[in-house]
């Protein structure tokens, strides 16, 4: 071998060796993940996600920090994620506000498309539903609140996080079926509609089980109608339960990044994402927030997304809520 091959070969052998400690640092993930939440904290997503934060930062070995990005129907933090950069740093964890009741309700007002700028990476958390009433108010169950609305037009205000949420859909479905006159009166979050409710300033609240479950096991609020039964909470009937064709529907949440993120990236996170969601500690935890955790892989994930869609499309149409 002369001296040109010789020199070739160490050539190459440096480079080869020389990358080796370079792709190690470069494995993904080697800092923090920012988990963004488009709600407001106490919200119920952002309890979700706080619990499984902990749990993700262990299996992930970085810290997982939760972003809390509210407006617009949660369409404020999903659009940021979708415009961030695709390097797996910055996840979502979005309701089905964002991703199909606003597409619904308010399409001039979102400008991403799930299935074209989000990459799923597992279905997590669904929660139902529902409607309570502060302890001054006028009526005690769905049906005197329906009458009470009647024969007060007007004077039954529901706060809701903000227009385009699964409360305000709740709201508009309720009048569409029974001939109510709820009114929705949007807030920055959960917390702030039952400070409001509990004040004496709004009759009720339509928001997610896992945002309310405290108030409603210290008695300090009445739960109206849910989405679906929980077990928790059995007394509460559904619209099923009180006559009515259809239920409500319930909130869930999904965990997702930008589109375009690596394929490295995935393959941390979606496993990483499972075990979360399914760690018993956090299930039996939330379970009794008024949580379910469901885990679903990311294909089905998209799916659901789909098949609520046209769902939502449909009873909002039924409805007459949209054209």
Same mark, same amino acid.
Not at 92 to 116: G, I, W
Not at 176 to 200: E, Y
């Given at each position: 071998?002369?001296?040109?091959?010789?020199?070739?070969?160490?050539?190459?052998?440096?480079?080869?060796?020389?990358?080796?400690?370079?792709?190690?640092?470069q494995?993904?993930?080697?800092?923090?993940? #920012?988990?963004?939440?488009?709600? #407001?904290?106490?919200?119920?997503? *952002?309890? $979700?996600?706080?619990?499984?934060g902990?749990?993700?930062?262990?299996?992930?070995?970085?810290?997982?920090?939760?972003?809390?990005?509210?407006?617009?129907?949660?369409?404020?933090?999903?659009?940021?994620?979708?415009?961030?950069?695709?390097?797996?740093?910055?996840?979502?964890?979005?309701?089905?506000? #964002?991703?199909?009741?606003?597409?619904?309700? @308010? +399409?001039? =007002?979102?400008?991403?498309?799930? $299935?074209?700028?989000?990459?799923?990476?597992?279905?997590?958390?669904?929660?139902?539903?529902?409607?309570?009433?502060? #302890?001054?108010?006028?009526?005690?169950?769905? %049906? &005197?609140?329906?009458?009470?609305?009647?024969?007060?037009?007007?004077?039954v205000?529901?706060?809701t996080?903000?227009?385009?949420?699964?409360? *305000?859909?709740?709201?508009?479905?309720?009048?569409?079926?029974?001939?109510?006159?709820?009114?929705?009166?949007?807030?920055?979050?959960?917390?702030?509609?039952?400070?409001?409710?509990?004040?004496?300033?709004? @009759? $009720?609240?339509?928001?997610a089980?896992?945002?309310?479950a405290?108030?409603?096991?210290?008695? =300090?609020?009445?739960?109206?109608?849910?989405?679906?039964?929980? +077990?928790?909470?059995?007394?509460?009937?559904?619209?099923?339960?009180?006559?009515?064709?259809? =239920?409500?529907?319930?909130?869930?949440?999904?965990?997702? %990044?930008?589109?375009?993120?690596?394929?490295e990236?995935?393959?941390?996170?979606?496993?990483?994402? &499972?075990?979360?969601?399914?760690?018993?500690?956090?299930?039996?935890?939330?379970?009794?927030?008024?949580?379910?955790q469901?885990?679903?892989?990311? *294909?089905?994930?998209?799916?659901?997304?789909?098949? &609520?869609?046209?769902?939502? &499309?449909?009873?909002?149409?039924r409805?007459?809520?949209?054209?």
């Amino acid at each position: 071998m002369n001296m040109n091959s010789v020199l070739g070969l160490l050539t190459v052998l440096a480079l080869i060796l020389g990358t080796v400690p370079h792709a190690r640092a470069q494995a993904y993930p080697t800092g923090p993940i #920012s988990v963004v939440i488009p709600l #407001s904290p106490g919200d119920a997503a *952002d309890i $979700a996600a706080r619990s499984m934060g902990e749990e993700l930062s262990k299996l992930l070995k970085v810290p997982i920090v939760a972003v809390n990005r509210p407006g617009a129907g949660g369409t404020v933090g999903t659009d940021s994620v979708v415009k961030a950069a695709k390097d797996g740093y910055t996840i979502l964890l979005a309701n089905n506000a #964002s991703l199909t009741f606003r597409r619904v309700l @308010e +399409p001039q =007002n979102v400008t991403y498309d799930p $299935a074209k700028d989000l990459v799923p990476l597992g279905f997590s958390t669904r929660i139902p539903s529902i409607i309570i009433a502060g #302890s001054g108010a006028p009526f005690t169950n769905f %049906a &005197e609140m329906i009458d009470y609305s009647k024969k007060n037009p007007d004077k039954v205000r529901v706060g809701t996080v903000g227009a385009g949420s699964v409360g *305000d859909f709740d709201i508009q479905l309720i009048n569409s079926l029974t001939g109510a006159h709820l009114v929705m009166v949007p807030f920055k979050g959960a917390g702030p509609a039952i400070a409001a409710l509990r004040g004496g300033h709004i @009759e $009720a609240a339509a928001l997610a089980l896992g945002a309310v479950a405290g108030q409603l096991k210290a008695g =300090n609020v009445r739960g109206i109608v849910l989405s679906a039964k929980f +077990p928790v909470f059995p007394d509460i009937p559904t619209m099923l339960d009180l006559g009515y064709k259809q =239920n409500l529907p319930g909130v869930w949440f999904g965990y997702f %990044a930008p589109a375009g993120v690596p394929a490295e990236v995935l393959q941390a996170l979606i496993p990483a994402i &499972e075990k979360a969601v399914k760690d018993p500690a956090i299930v039996s935890r939330l379970l009794g927030l008024g949580m379910i955790q469901d885990y679903a892989p990311p *294909d089905r994930l998209l799916a659901e997304i789909g098949e &609520e869609h046209r769902m939502v &499309e449909q009873m909002a149409k039924r409805a007459g809520l949209i054209k």
